[in-house]
C-alpha cells in the first residue's frame, strides 16, 4: 500500500479500538528497534519516505494543532491498519507519522 493510497484508508472501529491500549512512544520505539535490526535505518525505506511524503502533502496548509490530529489519526490507523491485515509494513507508516508529530 502506498503512501498515497494509505491516506485514503480507514480501518474499521473495531479495529481502532484495540488500539487504544498502545502508548505511542513506545510502539515507535518498537517499531524503530525491530526496522532498524540490520543496521540500515528506517528512514531510508521506500515506503517511510513515500508516507513521510504524503502525510506532509495532505497537511501542508494545517495550523500545528489540527496537524498533530492527522498525525495521531495516521498512527492508528497504521497500527489497525497492522491489526486488521497483519502486514508488517504498518511500522514505517506508524514512523512516519510519529516523525512528523514529533516535530510540530
Do not use: H
Not at 11 to 28: G, I, L, R
Not at 35 to 59: S, V
Amino acid at each position: 500500500m502506498t503512501g498515497y493510497d494509505f491516506t485514503r484508508f480507514d480501518s474499521d472501529f473495531t479495529d481502532k479500538v484495540k488500539v487504544q491500549a498502545y502508548e505511542a512512544s513506545e510502539v515507535a520505539m518498537k517499531a524503530k528497534r525491530a526496522l532498524n535490526k540490520d543496521g540500515k535505518d528506517y528512514k531510508d525505506d521506500p515506503d517511510y519516505k513515500d508516507a513521510k511524503y504524503w502525510f506532509i502533502e495532505t497537511t501542508m496548509t494545517c495550523v500545528p494543532e489540527e496537524a498533530r490530529i492527522w498525525m495521531e489519526y495516521y498512527m492508528t490507523n497504521a497500527i489497525a491498519y497492522g491489526i486488521k491485515t497483519k502486514n508488517l509494513d504498518w511500522r514505517t507508516k506508524f514512523l512516519a507519522a510519529w516523525d512528523i508529530f514529533e516535530t510540530l
